[in-house]
């Protein structure tokens, strides 16, 4: 492919890139077969991530630049989506090593999973959740949209929990339902359900499936009433 190397070359022509890595789907497919190409490059200088989109002959090259103190940053922050793409890539050029030095780094940071959350992060999830499902339930004047809009903001803070609590990084929000078919069929058939129906006992369900082995040594009670029964 005529475009990707010379573009490739003008990248390497730079004393300031040092390492080019193909990310994402590109890394894996045929080039030749490609409209879209992801690349990280790291840089020996700079003080920001800078990202750079252009069109060249009709394929799109989006470019990633990383200066060294920034991707040593994005490391020991455990930043997914850069211990990701980078645990996946391929190296296509690099000067001094450092790619082949991240790159393992990358890889044995993504092994160990997610950062882990503590009981008390757990506990206020959970109880933060409950309030807010328990304050739509007993509305009167919301409608399906807002309830759908709703609903997917609280599953979305609940399913992130859940790949959290099994060591498993957070799958990109295009994936969440394919990963979970495989992962757990009982939680998400009980998705499905919750947006055929919009019931909100069957999202209470969930988040309790979610958040079940964590509740056993918890001593609070909430206990909720409706604004009715607060007047007698």
Same mark, same amino acid.
């Given at each position: 492919?005529?475009?990707?190397?010379? =573009?490739?070359?003008?990248?390497?022509?730079?004393?300031?890139?040092? *390492?080019?890595?193909?990310?994402?789907?590109?890394?894996?497919?045929?080039?030749?077969?490609?409209?879209?190409? $992801?690349?990280?490059?790291?840089?020996? *200088?700079?003080?920001?991530?800078?990202?750079?989109?252009?069109?060249?002959?009709?394929?799109?090259?989006?470019?990633?630049?990383? !200066?060294?103190?920034?991707? $040593?940053?994005? &490391?020991?922050?455990? =930043?997914?989506?850069?211990?990701?793409?980078?645990?996946? *890539?391929?190296?296509?050029?690099?000067?001094?090593?450092?790619?082949? =030095?991240?790159?393992? +780094?990358?890889?044995?940071?993504?092994?160990?999973? !997610?950062?882990?959350?503590?009981?008390?992060?757990?506990?206020?999830? /959970?109880?933060?959740?409950? $309030? $807010? &499902?328990?304050?739509?339930?007993?509305?009167?004047?919301?409608?399906?949209?807002?309830?759908?809009?709703? /609903?997917?903001?609280?599953?979305?803070?609940? +399913?992130?929990?859940?790949?959290?609590?099994?060591?498993?990084?957070? !799958?990109?929000?295009?994936?969440?339902?394919?990963?979970?078919?495989? =992962?757990?069929?009982?939680?998400?058939?009980?998705?499905?359900?919750?947006?055929?129906?919009?019931?909100?006992? &069957?999202?209470?369900?969930?988040?309790?499936?979610?958040?079940?082995?964590?509740?056993?040594?918890? /001593?609070?009670?909430?206990?909720?009433?409706?604004?009715?029964? +607060?007047?007698?």
């Amino acid at each position: 492919m005529d475009v990707f190397k010379e =573009e490739l070359k003008k990248l390497q022509d730079d004393d300031n890139n040092l *390492s080019i890595l193909l990310v994402g789907s590109a890394q894996t497919l045929d080039l030749m077969d490609r409209k879209d190409i $992801d690349l990280f490059v790291i840089t020996k *200088s700079g003080k920001y991530q800078i990202r750079e989109i252009k069109k060249i002959s009709n394929i799109e090259f989006d470019i990633n630049y990383f !200066p060294l103190s920034i991707v $040593d940053k994005l &490391i020991d922050d455990k =930043e997914q989506f850069f211990i990701e793409a980078m645990s996946n *890539s391929t190296i296509i050029y690099d000067k001094q090593g450092f790619a082949f =030095e991240y790159v393992n +780094l990358c890889v044995k940071e993504y092994n160990k999973g !997610p950062e882990k959350l503590s009981h008390d992060e757990i506990l206020n999830i /959970y109880f933060s959740l409950v $309030d $807010d &499902i328990k304050r739509i339930k007993y509305r009167q004047d919301i409608d399906k949209g807002e309830i759908s809009y709703l /609903y997917s903001v609280y599953l979305k803070r609940a +399913l992130d929990v859940y790949f959290r609590l099994n060591n498993k990084w957070i !799958p990109k929000d295009k994936k969440m339902f394919k990963v979970l078919k495989k =992962e757990d069929i009982y939680l998400y058939e009980m998705i499905k359900k919750l947006y055929k129906t919009y019931d909100c006992c &069957i999202l209470e369900d969930i988040i309790r499936y979610i958040f079940k082995g964590n509740l056993e040594k918890t /001593y609070i009670k909430m206990i909720y009433k409706r604004g009715d029964d +607060l007047n007698g």
